[in-house]
């Protein structure tokens, strides 16, 4: 009887204690080992916890803190206000070919953000009239675009052009400029070169040395296609 008396109050010790303490720690969910670590169904960045530590990489094409909206779409990679940072990263002005058909300028946006160009201007040192750049053109980060005179979205050696020059031009292989403006006429960028910078069929690729100062070189790209070598579209060799 006393070893059922004492099994009895050992049970209603242990109910009381189970009572007092009911809850376990919480669990947490860690951002960055693949695990659903606090048992919700989502792991990682698919975690609404893990949202300050999973932002939207605005250049990636992925929706990297998977709210159902990649780069652009997403409204996180749209800055407020602020400096456009754009560039003229690589021309090609003496190609192996057809001049008219296979010359391009690449324009790059160098910011971590997407970037609206409507309105841009860009021109060689003899253009009379500057080529503006067409409404809702718009950059992810770090995204890079041609300027040739074919068609929009037309392919020539497997270099596609997003914005045409308004009156057909060749950029000339003994020297010349090309200027880029924002929609106000602010300068963004200008590239001058001059004969010999390149050889023919050879891009010539704007670099920065390790304090971050702009120069201008022969590219050491491999050859793209029609004889002709440089990067369009992607980061420079010197890169």
């Given at each position: 009887?006393r070893?059922?008396?004492?099994?009895?109050?050992?049970?209603i010790?242990?109910?009381?204690?189970?009572?007092?303490?009911?809850?376990?720690?919480?669990?947490v969910?860690?951002?960055?080992n693949?695990?659903?670590d606090d048992?919700?169904?989502f792991?990682?960045?698919r975690?609404?916890?893990c949202?300050?530590?999973?932002?939207?990489?605005?250049?990636?094409q992925?929706?990297?803190?998977?709210?159902g909206?990649?780069?652009?779409?997403?409204?996180?990679c749209?800055a407020?206000?602020?400096?456009?940072?754009?560039?003229i990263?690589?021309?090609?002005?003496?190609?192996?070919?057809?001049?008219?058909?296979q010359?391009w300028?690449?324009?790059?946006?160098?910011s971590?953000?997407?970037?609206?160009?409507?309105?841009f201007t860009?021109?060689?040192?003899?253009?009379?009239?500057?080529?503006?750049?067409?409404?809702?053109l718009?950059?992810?980060?770090?995204?890079?675009?041609?300027?040739s005179?074919?068609?929009?979205?037309?392919?020539?050696?497997h270099?596609?052009?997003?914005?045409?020059?308004?009156?057909?031009?060749?950029?000339?292989?003994?020297?010349?400029s090309?200027t880029?403006?924002d929609?106000?006429?602010?300068t963004?960028?200008?590239?001058?070169?001059?004969?010999?910078?390149?050889?023919?069929?050879?891009?010539?690729?704007?670099?920065?040395?390790?304090?971050?100062?702009?120069?201008?070189?022969?590219?050491?790209?491999?050859?793209?296609?029609?004889?002709n070598?440089g990067?369009?579209?992607?980061?420079?060799?010197?890169?």
């Amino acid at each position: 009887m006393r070893k059922k008396m004492l099994f009895l109050m050992m049970g209603i010790s242990l109910l009381a204690l189970i009572t007092v303490n009911p809850t376990c720690p919480e669990k947490v969910e860690i951002c960055d080992n693949g695990v659903d670590d606090d048992g919700d169904g989502f792991a990682d960045c698919r975690d609404d916890e893990c949202t300050e530590m999973c932002p939207e990489d605005c250049g990636n094409q992925l929706d990297d803190d998977f709210d159902g909206s990649i780069d652009c779409d997403d409204e996180e990679c749209w800055a407020d206000g602020g400096e456009k940072k754009f560039s003229i990263s690589e021309i090609m002005y003496d190609p192996t070919g057809n001049e008219v058909q296979q010359e391009w300028v690449e324009v790059c946006n160098e910011s971590d953000k997407c970037a609206d160009a409507s309105g841009f201007t860009i021109a060689d040192g003899s253009s009379i009239t500057p080529t503006v750049f067409q409404e809702g053109l718009t950059f992810r980060a770090g995204q890079c675009k041609t300027v040739s005179n074919n068609p929009v979205n037309i392919f020539e050696c497997h270099v596609q052009t997003h914005v045409q020059w308004t009156i057909e031009i060749t950029l000339n292989n003994e020297g010349d400029s090309v200027t880029l403006k924002d929609a106000e006429g602010n300068t963004l960028d200008k590239m001058v070169y001059s004969l010999g910078m390149t050889s023919p069929g050879k891009s010539l690729e704007k670099c920065k040395d390790d304090s971050g100062k702009a120069f201008y070189q022969e590219t050491n790209a491999a050859m793209y296609e029609c004889g002709n070598f440089g990067s369009p579209e992607l980061p420079n060799a010197c890169d």
